[in-house]
């Protein structure tokens, strides 16, 4: 090209030279994404192939990478005793009023923080934040006296739900907050010229365009209350009420020796992660990105 | 908001006492309804457990102890934290956590670096590190339980690398390797989160500062630490500062993989024992009260080293600027030569 033959010899030695620092460079990256790939797909697909197997062949050495024989079966005699159906409809019955809740009222707050204009908000906002430095376990064993001993609510679905009521955490809220001081006030200020009340400014005006930080929110709820372990288990020892963290715990422990089966019941409760992440993995990395967290 | 009131106020000069009012009281009554159930449940379920916390901390009592025949210690129970080797002890392991968060930010940062270039699969590369994240917990507990025991999937790999099976230790029973094994679990499962975010935060620096730097004749490293480092620096403080503070905090993966057993207890873990398994509930409260401090002060020191480092930050965003109005014109120079070159 035109730019190749204006350059000197002196260059083009130079450039030659970046070029393969640049190859041996981009060859390392790819190296390296490629060996923490297999990293993180190991274990997981490790306890796949192990689900298929026979409990026999499991500790067969050395050990082979493809099932002998792939056992479906095993899924079908793990479901006699482990009773997936009944904690998906659990956890769902507990996610979803949660997420619902957690994602509205950060809409509210965040709209608060970032509109509204009281007396006081800057000292409420920052005992807001202050709880972003407390770590949940702290406060676990004053609620759970809470709970059970005034409220009389242990073993309810209450006080897990209850909390997201406070936008699931002050992160959601600060991150609705963070996205509507990019959206121009005059946007809802000509809103509100119209005639349009406050309400109808933030569901018209503000939440179609803070939409990528709202899937943000319902996701990052989502994981939140998908990997919640420990309150479930102590706040819920009905049977019925059972959800998958629960149900795995009871199952692998009354199964631990059957290792096949276990990771056939460990398998099917990380399949609905699975599928919901597959649908909002790219409005997620978007929404993180427009979101733009970068200051 | 002054423009809006002005420009109203003017229309009806007449009613504006009544219309200030009602104004008023319509925003009042805005401001009640958008934060009033967020804040009361806010302080329900953290200031007033916080300060319960505190005053618990006190006593001497179960969960069972009815109010009245709880008993006040004063400072016993925080002696106790101090002195018992189990309680106090079990922060040490917090070190090894916070190595391994510090692994985990800078694979994070490589990772996220090489992905929001152009890489063949990148989508695909960015969707599978995240997923771990998304995994419950007892299935993480289970999966690595199974991952690590003797003879199973971590020593088959070794074996394949070459290493003798008869001479690797018991990852998990082992205290030698055991809180390691523990620490390679935590950094599997959230270095893809961290990723994500750092991806999102170098999506939204400037593209065309990278392609001016490459005009420029910057290599890759050039351009991470002069551009990119930069530009995300906020979002790396502040992951900082969490990855310390949830160092400080480990629980779920001793939790579930070994229980804290064979001195793997965190002081979480132990915490928790000491709370449910021995009903000891104002000595759990005070371990959560120290800790509760520590956190704070060491996030109050955090701010203030990063103050001090970013102290030159203003001059140096200046800087940063001025490079950036240098690289464009450098372009545009480039470009101009380009098309003199192409003219010739």
Known sequence: MGESKTLNTNQAGKLSNKKVNEKIGSGVATAVLAITAVLVLLPLYWIFRSSLMSNGTLYAYPPSILPKEWLWGNYATTLETFDYWLYFKNTFTLIVPCVTAGTITAIFCGYAFARLRFRGKKIIFTLCVGTILLPGMVTLIPLYLFWTRICHLGGTYWPLILPYFTGGGFFNIYLVRQFITTIPKELDEAAEIDGASRMRTLWTIIVPAIRPAITVVILMLFIQLWNDLLQQLIYINDMTKTTFAIGLTNFTGSFGTKWNYAMAATCMTIAPGLVIYIIGQKSFVEGIVLTGMKN | MTGTMEQEGKRSRSGFGRWIRSRQGQQLLIIVAFMIIPLTLLIVFTYFPFGEMVKFSFYKMKYATPIDKRKFVGWQNYIDVFRRDDCFGALKLSLYYMVG????????????????????????????????????????????????????????????????????????????????????????????????????????????????????????????????????????????????TGSLSAFEQPYVITNGANGTGTYFVIMNQIAHTSQKVGLACAMAVVLLVIIFACTLLQKLFFKYVFRDAESEDESYKAKKARLKAEKAAAKAQKQKGVQA
């Open chain 2, 101 to 244: 968060a510090l692994i985990q930010l800078v694979l994070a940062l490589y990772m996220a670096t090489i992905l929001s270039f152009k890489v063949k699969g990148g989508n695909f590369f960015k969707g599978l590190m995240f997923f771990p994240f998304l995994i419950n917990g007892i299935a993480i507990g289970f999966i690595f339980k199974f991952f690590y025991t003797r003879g199973f999937v971590f020593d088959t790999i070794l074996a394949w690398c070459g290493f003798n099976p008869e001479n690797l230790p018991y990852w998990l029973k082992d205290q030698a390797v055991n809180n390691w094994s523990l620490v390679a679990t935590s950094v599997w499962r959230y270095f893809g989160q961290n990723m994500v975010l750092f991806i999102g935060a170098i999506m939204s620096v400037d593209a065309e500062l990278y392609e001016a730097a490459e005009l420029d004749g910057a290599n890759k490293w050039q351009i991470f630490k002069a551009i990119i480092l930069p530009s995300i620096k906020t979002i790396v403080t502040l992951n900082i500062i969490l990855s310390i």
